[in-house]
């Protein structure tokens, strides 16, 4: 069955023949007006949908239910299909793998320095960045929440703001840009965001946010374009930040990829394509498992009224009274599952080599267990990859110092800096028996304190997941052992 079309008179004849109203529904009932193209959604919300697994990854809206899965036009229980399908997000690990060891460790130590690059001990910015947005969340958080947005979408915005003489900020994505406007440089002169979407008395208004160099806007209008003549201005005030003599706008956008043009705010992402292939591997992975499933349950072929069919057989085809036949099963064919499983590889191989020109190896983990149609695989982000994260990361940083003073009057020669990793490039490591043969050298040749530094690199590289703690206290075994306490 078509979707998004009605029942042709042929069809509707045809099922009528079959004396089952019930079928007629059920094929109108699971695949009219479900399917949605992705390729005629909105960018940035195909992405977020991919991200988040929600929407058309999850067949669910807050309104109806939509799937990004392709139907065939034949397919009577399409709905089912797209419910009981399962979905390995590969796209949300490859963006997650992009940052995720800049914040591996617990919590990044910020200081508070002076031009002289000294430490200032005491200072409000240090309760500022424990409770940025004024929720709860902290300066790395919202970091990293920008990062993630910015590889997802290729860019992602900070926006700063003061209320009841208290400075805040929060993130924007590029999906929320109504409209902008940039000088002959790039920069950024005026831009807007939406809001919110409001409902009262049966009346319905969308709200949006006007940060511009020279004042701030509250709009409201009774559709998403804000066009000027159909867009009320709530509230205006103007904007008297100012940072180093200029004026400044508390708006800072945070790219992920190189611009083809400073005055290109919102960049075709790099990661469409990714997320295109991650939605048809899933898209025949449901496929393969329904071919599967009808694989499992052979077809009764038997001659007489259906009410003769045992209890028990699901699957049956009645042929005509006159045939005088003994039943007999026909049994589905495999080589369709095969296909389509080759398919899926050949998708996952193109993908992969996507991530990987996007700074992130797929490896796939040869231990795990077969599990639909994936295995279980790491992503490990490219050292360059990680670098590209942590200037993004103390990109923000420099801008949250700048709106800060900015908001808060405060012309100090201060700074403040976050120690994020220095080398993300990979250690030489040297395998187990290599290392075990050092040691014996050293210690032939009575070379002990040499042959202690090599054991002690010894429990390190066969510890990789050990706590320090952990590392300190074999290491004082190491040195008990050889005789220095």
């Not at 992009?98 to 460790?105: H, P």
């Not at 004026?247 to 992402?269: E, G, H, N, T």
């Amino acid at each position: 069955m078509g979707i998004d079309e009605k029942l042709t008179a042929d069809e509707i004849e045809l099922n009528d023949r079959s004396g089952n109203s019930n079928h007629l529904n059920r094929v109108t009932k699971e695949s009219q007006a479900m399917y949605r193209d992705y390729r005629e959604w909105p960018l940035y919300s195909f992405l977020y949908q991919c991200d988040t697994g929600t929407g058309g990854f999850s067949g669910k809206t807050r309104s109806n239910d939509i799937s990004f899965i392709v139907p065939n036009r034949t397919e009577l229980t399409y709905a089912t299909r797209v419910r009981r399908s399962i979905r390995v997000n590969f796209y949300s690990k490859y963006l997650r793998s992009k940052y995720k060891d800049v914040y591996s460790t617990k919590e990044l130590n910020t200081t508070v320095v002076s031009e002289n690059d000294k430490t200032i001990k005491v200072s409000l910015y240090y309760s500022y960045v424990k409770n940025i947005t004024r929720s709860g969340m902290t300066k790395d958080q919202l970091n990293k929440n920008v990062i993630h947005d910015s590889w997802r979408d290729a860019v992602s915005f900070i926006v700063t703001d003061s209320k009841d003489g208290e400075t805040y900020s929060y993130k924007k994505q590029a999906g929320d840009v109504i409209d902008y406007g940039t000088d002959s440089l790039g920069n950024l002169q005026y831009i807007i965001f939406y809001d919110k979407k409001v409902t009262a008395n049966e009346k319905t208004y969308y709200y949006a946010r006007y940060w511009g160099v020279d004042s701030f806007k509250h709009l409201r209008c009774e559709n998403m374009s804000f066009e000027p003549d159909e867009t009320t201005v709530m509230d205006e005030r103007e904007n008297t930040l100012v940072y180093n003599g200029e004026p400044f706008l508390p708006v800072k956008a945070i790219y992920s990829q190189v611009r083809s043009s400073s005055k290109d705010v919102l960049p075709v992402p790099d990661s469409y394509q990714i997320a295109s292939l991650d939605l048809a591997i899933w898209d025949r992975g449901s496929v393969l498992d329904n071919l599967i499933d009808k694989q499992g349950h052979a077809l009764a072929v038997f001659f007489g009224r259906i009410e003769a069919v045992p209890n028990g057989i699901n699957n049956a085809l009645a042929l005509d009274d006159d045939v005088k036949n003994k039943p007999f099963y026909l049994e589905p064919s495999d080589k369709w599952a095969g296909v389509h499983q080759t398919r899926i590889n050949t998708l996952k191989e193109e993908m992969f080599d996507l991530m990987d020109e996007g700074g992130i190896i797929a490896s796939q983990n040869s231990n795990a267990p077969e599990s639909g149609i994936s295995k279980a695989y790491t992503f490990k982000a490219k050292a360059t990859t990680l670098d590209q994260s942590v200037r993004m990361a103390k990109e923000c940083d420099r801008f949250h110092v700048i709106a800060y003073k900015a908001y808060n009057n405060d012309s100090g020669k201060w700074t403040a800096k976050t120690d994020y990793t220095a080398d993300f490039n990979p250690k030489e490591t040297l395998d187990a028996n290599s290392l075990m043969n050092i040691v014996e050298f050293f210690y032939d040749k009575q070379l002990f304190e040499l042959a202690e530094n090599a054991l002690k690199r010894l429990v390190s590289e066969m510890n990789p997941d050990a706590e320090d703690d952990e590392i300190n206290q074999l290491n004082k075994i190491i040195e008990a052992y050889a005789g220095r306490e």
